[in-house]
């Protein structure tokens, strides 16, 4: 497709320097960031993936941005915190985004304590009840993916 458009193709995992995908993602449509730090929709939730951009030389006239406020605004539980079983996202006071303890997470989903993470997918993502969730396989090889990149940067 890049080339049928004469554009570049850019994917989250090309860097670094990476390339501000989120950031893009929130002019662009009606995504916010959610209190596990990574982008949510109205109405898909958290499951919507950004799996690549083209840039293209000349500007073009896009429609008016969806301007929908975030589903985490009126969200009183904040389950998606609370639900994760070793506290790897805290929300810290003031700031506006969460802390994710990706090496925590890593070890705990490695371990059998975190079959069910591995198995059905972060719990924490899956506790938000906004959109529906990926298939149970969808979610054990995005899983799989991430314990493999972890093994290969501890390296």
């Not at 320097?17 to 990574?38: D, T």
């Not at 969460?98 to 591995?118: L, N, W």
């Given at each position: 497709?890049?080339?049928a458009?004469?554009?570049?193709?850019?994917r989250?995992?090309?860097?670094?320097?990476?390339?501000?995908?989120?950031?893009?993602?929130?002019?662009?449509?009606?995504?916010?960031?959610?209190?596990?730090?990574?982008?949510?929709?109205?109405?898909?939730?958290?499951?919507?993936?950004?799996?690549?951009?083209?840039?293209?030389?000349?500007?073009?006239?896009?429609p008016?941005?969806?301007?929908?406020?975030a589903p985490?605004?009126?969200?009183?539980?904040r389950?998606?915190?609370?639900?994760?079983?070793?506290?790897?996202?805290?929300?810290?006071?003031?700031?506006?985004?969460?802390?994710?303890?990706?090496?925590?997470?890593?070890?705990?989903?490695?371990a059998?304590?975190?079959a069910?993470?591995?198995?059905?997918?972060?719990?924490?993502?899956?506790?938000?009840?906004?959109?529906?969730?990926?298939?149970?396989?969808?979610q054990?090889?995005?899983?799989?993916?991430?314990?493999?990149?972890?093994?290969?940067?501890?390296?």
């Amino acid at each position: 497709m890049a080339d049928a458009f004469d554009a570049a193709l850019v994917r989250p995992q090309d860097g670094p320097p990476f390339a501000p995908f989120q950031r893009w993602a929130q002019r662009a449509e009606a995504v916010h960031p959610s209190p596990l730090g990574i982008a949510i929709h109205p109405d898909h939730g958290l499951w919507h993936a950004y799996r690549g951009a083209l840039l293209l030389a000349p500007r073009l006239a896009l429609p008016p941005r969806d301007a929908r406020p975030a589903p985490c605004a009126s969200c009183d539980t904040r389950s998606c915190l609370s639900a994760c079983p070793v506290a790897a996202f805290a929300e810290p006071p003031a700031a506006g985004g969460a802390r994710y303890d990706a090496a925590r997470c890593a070890a705990h989903v490695a371990a059998p304590a975190g079959a069910a993470c591995r198995e059905q997918g972060c719990l924490a993502r899956r506790a938000c009840p906004v959109g529906r969730p990926y298939p149970a396989a969808q979610q054990r090889f995005h899983m799989e993916a991430f314990l493999a990149v972890r093994r290969a940067t501890a390296r």
